[in-house]
């Protein structure tokens, strides 16, 4: 039988197993599905040796099955990331740099980003657990840019599954943009009036509206979440540590990771890769000017301020929605407090604080700034002839001031997105335009379909822009609207 693993941050008394947690995306009383320190399966030292060289997916069935057991059999889940892990399709580079420092290049998939591996998994078992129930499902996803690209290739055209995508149409690149608006079919990209936290909102919102689901599907349980908040997309993130310790682990020492950080999701789930035996030392989160999180571990105080603009664009997140599970994991607890329909009042309440000092022994966070960025991307380009991109720029400042210039530990950078998708940002800084990866070319002149959100968002006392009553009323109209064309 399937080990109840996953509980709700939120309340614990919930406890489910993978397929059922995937299925619910998001967990009872609006909080996220997380697993005990304690019942992380453990990695025995031989199997994370025997990794070295081993293809990416057969690293991602010995890390992810003990997680599935009971819930799919071995046979099946190996074809399913097989096909996810095709390496013809998504293939995975760890790029020696200085030192001892490599860089990750996650960035090779069909959308160009991190979020296709995730995503790739995502949708793959979750069309699997579909048919075997004969059931559908729409997934809702907030984007602050690649997230919805990636989930939206990731599901179009699977024959179980609607796709709705939520971005701020201000705040992404017109080509992050149209991986998501060119596809049709059963990918719905909307564009909404506010900042990534209001599309966020909006998502979990509607997660948890059970009426709507029933009233429009007769179905309370139609919805269910591809964001970071699925633990569907969690943990296939804590493979991406392993496979770059396959890589580099002649240096037989443990591994530095440093992560660029929005929602959490890469960062949490290199977390439960050190839980699971992998040898990481310090787990470096950089961010940009959206500083929540460094400023926490620096002052114990939790704020939300309103989100900032950055040229690492899928980062522009205040409030990121893995940092309830990794305040769950050093045993504290953070929630969004909600009135009786559901809507957010207060962002971020820390009712119960965790291990502050642990946290600041095992993890590192600075905040990089705009103009950061730009000089970054400059530096990494002369010194190396590498040509990175905002993100991946983020991280390499974020690793370079943890180690303060000095590279003889074994670390490793992911870089998560392809420069071509930031090539204004990339010209800026270095005076170069880079290439044009081939897919994205192909959607430049492809029609859209774009629904859009255009009431104005709320603003709380702290001046950051929350979901409107309005807002989430206009979704429900569209929603309803296009399960009538399309269903």
Same mark, same amino acid.
């Given at each position: ?126 069309? %699997? ?62 564009? @909404? ?78 977390? @439960? ?31 939300? *301020? ?25 045993? #504290? ?40 960025? %730009?000089?970054?991307?400059?530096? @990494? ?25 000095? *590279? ?11 420069? #071509? ?67």
């Amino acid at each position: 039988m399937p080990k109840p693993l996953f509980y709700s941050t939120n309340n614990k008394s919930e406890r489910v197993n993978f397929e059922t947690a995937l299925m619910n995306g998001l967990a009872s009383e609006y909080g996220l599905y997380m697993i005990a320190g304690d019942n992380i399966p453990q990695l025995h030292p031989g199997i994370i040796a025997a990794m070295v060289e081993m293809p990416y997916a057969q690293i991602a069935f010995d890390v992810l099955s003990p997680f599935l057991t009971g819930d799919i059999p071995v046979d099946d889940l190996r074809r399913i990331l097989d096909d996810a892990y095709d390496e013809t399709v998504i293939p995975t580079r760890v790029q020696h740099v200085t030192g001892k420092t490599y860089l990750m290049w996650l960035t090779a998939g069909p959308t160009y980003s991190f979020k296709d591996y995730a995503a790739r998994f995502f949708g793959r078992i979750l069309n %699997y657990f579909l048919k075997q129930r004969h059931q559908r499902r729409v997934v809702a996803v907030a984007t602050s840019g690649d997230t919805g690209g990636a989930v939206a290739d990731a599901l179009h055209g699977l024959d179980r599954v609607e796709n709705l995508v939520f971005f701020p149409k201000d705040s992404i690149t017109e080509r992050q943009r149209r991986q998501m608006t060119t596809l049709k079919g059963n990918v719905h990209a909307f564009a @909404i009036n506010g900042d990534f936290d209001v599309c966020q909102a909006l998502a979990k919102r509607l997660l948890g509206d059970k009426a709507f689901a029933k009233k429009v599907f007769q179905d309370p349980d139609r919805f269910t979440s591809a964001n970071s908040i699925s633990i569907g997309r969690l943990l296939p993130q804590a493979v991406y540590p392993f496979f770059a310790y396959s890589r580099i682990a002649e240096f037989d020492e443990p591994l530095t990771a440093s992560i660029p950080s929005g929602n959490f999701g890469d960062m949490m789930g290199t977390v @439960i890769a050190r839980a699971m035996g992998l040898p990481i030392d310090t787990i470096v989160c950089g961010v940009n000017e959206n500083k929540e999180f460094p400023t926490f571990l620096q002052t114990d105080k939790y704020d939300v *301020h309103p989100s900032v603009h950055s040229p690492s664009s899928a980062m522009i997140v205040s409030n990121p929605s893995n940092f309830a599970r990794l305040v769950d994991f050093y045993g #504290g607890h953070v929630y969004d407090a909600r009135d009786e329909n559901g809507k957010v009042v207060q962002e971020g309440v820390m009712d119960v604080m965790p291990d502050i000092d642990l946290m600041r022994k095992e993890l590192f966070s600075v905040s990089v700034s705009n103009p950061e960025h %730009y000089r970054t991307m400059r530096e @990494i380009y002369d010194r190396f002839q590498i040509i990175i991109e905002p993100h991946g720029a983020v991280g390499w400042r974020a690793l370079d001031l943890f180690l303060k210039g000095c *590279h003889d530990r074994p670390a490793v950078i992911y870089e998560t997105a392809d420069p #071509g998708k930031f090539t204004d940002d990339v010209e800026k800084a270095i005076d170069h335009i880079p290439e044009v990866p081939v897919g994205i070319g192909r959607q430049a002149d492809l029609p859209e379909r774009i629904y859009r959100i255009d009431h104005p968002p709320d603003t709380n006392p702290q001046g950051a822009l929350t979901l409107s009553d309005t807002q989430y009323e206009q979704a429900l109209e569209l929603i309803s609207v296009i399960y009538n064309i399309s269903g």
